[in-house]
């Protein structure tokens, strides 16, 4: 899929100031030299981002840590070790040198190595940091395969690298180090219990005690077509009228009982949660793409394996909502 000379031809668009999209284990990066101001700045026109938001830096790995954070505390590179390369980020104090462009002008910044081989190639190769949100439109659907990231960006995007579809499927979990007592941001597939057990302490909820991740805002992940979160009776009953009402429905299942309506497109999601977060994004966006008038998702449990699931899918049912990209 990707050869040695797709990444070195990547890796001297990145040096030319260009964007490159890449494969990660949880969705794909938009990325570009974290240490060239205007090149990160091409990432927020690009996706139509406000320039606050942080944008996080990908690392080879652990050793860069030095480079671009400052006060590393033991616990950060205790979770380093356990779960780099992997999808958890850190935020840390930023070094001297690590531009506005890519913290939104806070002191922290956000690092991650990821897992993904392609990722890792690229990485290196580079040998610097590559800055690099989700490969979306602000506030939309991530992306979880090359195809996906094309659809979206077309020409705006100089080079995309192929590794298949995300394994993990949903964003990293973010952890704050920055402050007295660690913090989760956003919770992932590596779960909040798993980061209080490798650090033997508890996580603080992030309004308590952290700064304001922008991109945990209320609207995100959404799809264009309005999305409702039921429980699985009131999702087939609220599809069964909509449907009723001359609707076209389309309905994100996990129960298997498909009822027999016309005009209405049911997808069965998987019944695990590694299964069901894999799929998710290519889930939405194809129902998003089927024409409908409304996409109803059933309920997942609330269990802590779900935990993320239900963080994004809440998110994606207030965002869409919102009319287009804010
Ligand atoms: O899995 C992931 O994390 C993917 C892949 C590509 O690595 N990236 C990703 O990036 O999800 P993005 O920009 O879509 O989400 C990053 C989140 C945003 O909510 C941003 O506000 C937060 O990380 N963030 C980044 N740097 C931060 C910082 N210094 N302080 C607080 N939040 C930060
Ligand atoms: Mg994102």
Known sequence: MTTERDIDHAAGVLRAGGL???????????????????????????????????VIVHLADAAQLAVWAVDIPEAARSLA??????????????????????????????????????????????????????????????????????REFGAAVDCVLDGGASQVGIESTIVDLSGATPALLRPGWITAAEIEAALGTRLAS??????????????????????????????????????RQGKRVAVLARSARQPLLQGLEWMAAAQDAAGYAHALYAN??????SGCDAIIVEKPPQAAEW???????????TGSSVPDET
């Open 20 to 54: 490159v999209a890449f494969p990660t284990e949880t969705v794909y990066g938009l990325g570009a030299d974290a240490a060239n101001a205007g090149a990160v700045g091409k990432i927020f026109a690009a996706k139509g981002r406000p320039s606050t938001h942080p």
């Open 81 to 150: 070790r356990k779960f780099w390369p992997g999808p958890l980020t850190l935020i840390l104090k930023r070094a001297r040198g690590v531009g506005d462009a890519v913290t939104g002008g806070q002191d922290t910044v956000g690092l991650r190595v990821p897992s993904h081989p392609v990722a890792r190639q690229l990485l290196a190769r580079f040998g610097g940091g590559i800055a690099a949100p989700s490969a979306n439109r602000h506030g939309r659907v991530s992306a979880t395969t090359a195809g996906h990231v094309r």
């Open 206 to 243: 992030p309004a308590a005690d952290a700064p304001r991740a922008p991109g945990t805002l209320a609207a995100h992940y959404a799809p264009r077509t309005p999305l409702t979160l039921a429980e699985s009776d009131l999702a087939i009953e609220l599809a069964a009228s909509l449907v």
């Open 284 to 289: 939405l966006r194809r129902l998003d793409e």
């Open 307 to 317: 935990a993320a699931i239900n963080d994004r899918l809440a998110r994606a049912a």
